[in-house]
């Protein structure tokens, strides 16, 4: 039986960092100043500051300028606009990110229609999907943007592939399905109320999954030697030892081995990806703010 490979996301973006920061070293001469990334954080949720700390350390670590805010749960919508504009009118942010989700008295379209679209470095503005969707230069959400370049490092041309991608959401599904039709690939966009998905699955070379529950994509619905990227983080219980729990995706990766050509593992594979096109969309704003062309390779 042939055992299909694991994509090593940790590495592709220790790469792509690498070429952020080296990016980042030629925007410095051009311009004489650093890009600026500046985080939003409403509220204490401790996956969030964990989150938002290792992003400021690698923001830093690839010679940008990192402002966090940190603002209680408490705040008031208007008042966190407010913070927004300001973000916006300033000149040495590049890019400006809002730690979602947000307290449910805030309107998080209203926050994120409040920011610049050129400084939206998470991509999940209406004028930055719009241009996605056509076919326009934009700011592209990171998690499908990372998928993209794994799956072209680890498949070169995608062109005439079929692909499906399950799971429909404005931050990955809907982004996903534009960037592989962008690629040129003949794309199904699946989801949960999909008539005979594992049919739907097995057709295709590529297949993202994106649907949030764990390991609903079992290995026999996968085509002999398709590419896999298991976007999902699920946390289920460890049958093993009781009281303790374990991190899975939306496959069932041990399964899918024996049938796929590559996937990505759960840890380990999409989430390194996240930040390091973070750092790339934010380094390719700067440039566009600038009127400097696009660093090559980015």
């Not at 402002?67 to 966190?80: H, M, N, Q």
């Not at 040495?92 to 994120?112: C, K, T």
């Amino acid at each position: 039986m042939t055992i299909g490979k694991l994509i090593d996301g940790k590495a592709f973006a220790a790469g792509l960092r690498d070429k952020v920061a080296n990016g980042v070293a030629g925007f410095v001469q051009a311009t004489g100043r650093k890009p600026g990334l500046a985080v939003v954080l409403v509220g204490e949720d401790p996956a969030s500051s964990v989150y938002v700390r290792s992003k400021g350390k690698m923001t830093v670590a690839a010679g940008m300028e990192s402002f966090e805010f940190k603002r209680p749960d408490s705040i008031g919508e208007d008042d966190l606009l407010d913070l927004i504009e300001e973000l916006n009118q300033d000149e040495r942010v590049d890019g400006i990110l809002v730690q979602l989700p947000l307290p449910r008295h805030i309107d998080e379209a209203a926050v994120i229609g409040a920011i610049d679209p050129a400084k939206d470095v998470d991509g999940f503005h209406v004028v930055n999907a719009g241009r996605l969707a056509t076919g326009q230069e934009a700011l592209v959400p990171c998690t499908p943007m990372g998928c993209i370049m794994l799956l072209k490092d680890e498949l070169g041309d995608l062109s005439g592939l079929e692909a499906v991608v399950i799971g429909r959401s404005n931050i990955v599904g809907k982004p996903m399905a534009a960037l592989l039709l962008a690629e040129s690939c003949t794309v199904t966009i699946a989801h949960s109320r999909t008539h005979d998905l594992a049919s739907v699955v097995h057709r295709a070379d590529i297949v993202v999954a994106a649907v949030g529950r764990p390991e609903m994509v079992r290995g026999e619905w996968i085509k002999p030697g398709a590419t896999v990227i298991d976007v999902g983080i699920n946390r289920v219980a460890d049958i093993e030892e009781e009281g303790k729990s374990r991190i899975v995706g939306d496959v069932a990766t041990a399964e899918a081995l024996a049938h796929v050509r590559a996937i990505t593992p759960v840890p380990g594979g999409v989430g390194p990806m996240t930040i390091a096109v973070l750092l790339r969309n934010t380094l390719v704003a700067a440039h566009a703010r600038a009127g400097l062309a696009k660093p090559e390779g980015l």
